[in-house]
């Protein structure tokens, strides 16, 4: 399943669903209409219909069908709404959903292992790249000139990391 958007808060008096997008095309909203909503630890699912869709600013406004009143839909606040992996956008070469970047190694030019990525996530600056290496952490901006080489076959990243960034003697 891949996450597109997160439910924020309702919408109006009939039900509808402020959806912070989590795609990169906020009209992928309006294309989709059967959705898993996923409650924020993960522990309940519930399959909906998107019965109307609309853009509201950087917003997507959902109705989802069986919700009627904004007390209903504040009960899914913090719910993702999420759609199965053969219904994702195909990618050009250079694109890539944040999860499939999730257990990649860094590898530098020498071919010396840098670390493993344990997360990815949008940050201030950017996508952020969550590195563990020794039961450590640190975060690798996501940008081509520090990851030059992406390959999802072998599952490596080749970076060219500033130095003093993976130090992690401190």
Known sequence: MIAIGIIRKPHG??????????????DRFID???????????????DVTIDAAR????????????FETPEEVDDIRGWTVEI???????????EYFLHDLV?????????RERGVVSDAY???????????????????????EICTKIDREAKTIV?????????LSS
Do not use: C, Y
């Open 122 to 144: 949008e940050g201030g600056g950017g996508t952020l790249l969550e590195v563990t290496r020794d039961g450590r952490k640190f975060e690798v901006p996501f940008a081509t």
């Open 55 to 66: 853009i509201h600013g950087d917003r997507a406004l959902l109705k989802f069908s069986g």
């Open 32 to 46: 989709v209409r059967a959705v898993t909503l996923v409650s924020p630890d993960e522990s309940k699912t519930r």
């Open 103 to 111: 257990g990649m190694k860094l590898v530098d030019v020498d071919g």
């Open 13 to 26: 008096v009939r039900g509808e669903a402020s959806i912070e997008p989590w795609t990169n095309s906020i």
């Open 159 to 167: 970076v060219n990391l500033p130095e003093g960034l993976d130090d």
């Open 84 to 94: 199965p992996d053969s219904q994702a956008k195909k990618l050009e070469d250079d």
